[in-house]
Protein backbone atom coordinates (compact mmCIF):
# COMPACT_ATOMS: atom_id res chain seq x y z
CA UNK A 1 0.00 0.00 0.00
CA UNK A 2 2.62 2.00 0.58
CA UNK A 3 3.66 2.60 -3.44
CA UNK A 4 0.17 3.58 -3.73
CA UNK A 5 0.40 5.80 -0.91
CA UNK A 6 -3.17 4.68 0.90
CA UNK A 7 -2.41 4.01 4.68
CA UNK A 8 -3.87 0.33 5.92
CA UNK A 9 -6.47 2.14 7.88
CA UNK A 10 -8.24 3.44 5.03
CA UNK A 11 -8.98 0.15 3.51
CA UNK A 12 -12.31 -1.35 4.56
CA UNK A 13 -10.97 -5.20 4.96
CA UNK A 14 -12.12 -7.77 7.73
CA UNK A 15 -10.13 -8.85 10.27
CA UNK A 16 -10.28 -12.19 9.37
CA UNK A 17 -8.58 -14.00 6.49
CA UNK A 18 -9.36 -16.97 4.88
CA UNK A 19 -7.14 -19.52 3.13
CA UNK A 20 -8.15 -21.73 0.82
CA UNK A 21 -4.98 -24.01 1.20
CA UNK A 22 -5.71 -24.20 5.06
CA UNK A 23 -9.42 -25.04 3.79
CA UNK A 24 -8.40 -27.63 1.80
CA UNK A 25 -5.84 -29.09 3.94
CA UNK A 26 -8.41 -29.47 6.52
CA UNK A 27 -10.57 -31.32 4.47
CA UNK A 28 -7.85 -33.60 3.82
CA UNK A 29 -6.56 -33.02 0.42
CA UNK A 30 -2.82 -33.76 -0.89
CA UNK A 31 -1.39 -32.00 -1.63
CA UNK A 32 -4.00 -29.14 -1.31
CA UNK A 33 -2.20 -26.92 -3.38
CA UNK A 34 -4.13 -24.74 -6.09
CA UNK A 35 -2.81 -26.44 -8.98
CA UNK A 36 -3.66 -29.62 -7.48
CA UNK A 37 -7.39 -28.46 -5.94
CA UNK A 38 -8.35 -27.21 -9.45
CA UNK A 39 -7.41 -30.41 -10.93
CA UNK A 40 -9.70 -32.11 -8.57
CA UNK A 41 -12.68 -29.87 -9.26
CA UNK A 42 -12.25 -29.29 -12.97
CA UNK A 43 -11.36 -25.42 -12.25
CA UNK A 44 -9.59 -24.08 -15.12
CA UNK A 45 -6.35 -22.75 -14.12
CA UNK A 46 -3.07 -20.52 -15.49
CA UNK A 47 -0.91 -21.28 -12.67
CA UNK A 48 1.19 -18.23 -11.52
CA UNK A 49 -1.07 -15.69 -13.38
CA UNK A 50 -2.53 -13.61 -10.69
CA UNK A 51 -5.74 -12.87 -12.01
CA UNK A 52 -6.39 -16.85 -13.07
CA UNK A 53 -5.20 -17.65 -9.29
CA UNK A 54 -7.60 -15.16 -7.81
CA UNK A 55 -10.35 -16.74 -9.62
CA UNK A 56 -9.73 -20.21 -8.95
CA UNK A 57 -9.31 -19.32 -5.28
CA UNK A 58 -12.66 -17.77 -5.26
CA UNK A 59 -13.99 -20.66 -7.14
CA UNK A 60 -12.34 -23.16 -4.49
CA UNK A 61 -13.83 -21.64 -1.99
CA UNK A 62 -17.05 -20.82 -2.70
CA UNK A 63 -17.01 -24.83 -3.25
CA UNK A 64 -16.13 -24.86 0.46
CA UNK A 65 -18.82 -22.74 1.57
CA UNK A 66 -21.55 -24.57 -1.03
CA UNK A 67 -20.13 -28.11 0.74
CA UNK A 68 -20.81 -27.30 4.27
CA UNK A 69 -24.18 -25.71 4.05
CA UNK A 70 -27.12 -28.44 5.20
CA UNK A 71 -28.83 -29.88 1.88
CA UNK A 72 -32.34 -29.43 3.47
Known amino acids: ?4 NIPQSDLIMPERWECTLKIFRKKGYKPAKLDACCKVHNITLKHHDALSDARACGKLFLIAQF ?3 PLF
Do not use: P
Open 1 to 4: MKDY
Open 67 to 69: ERL
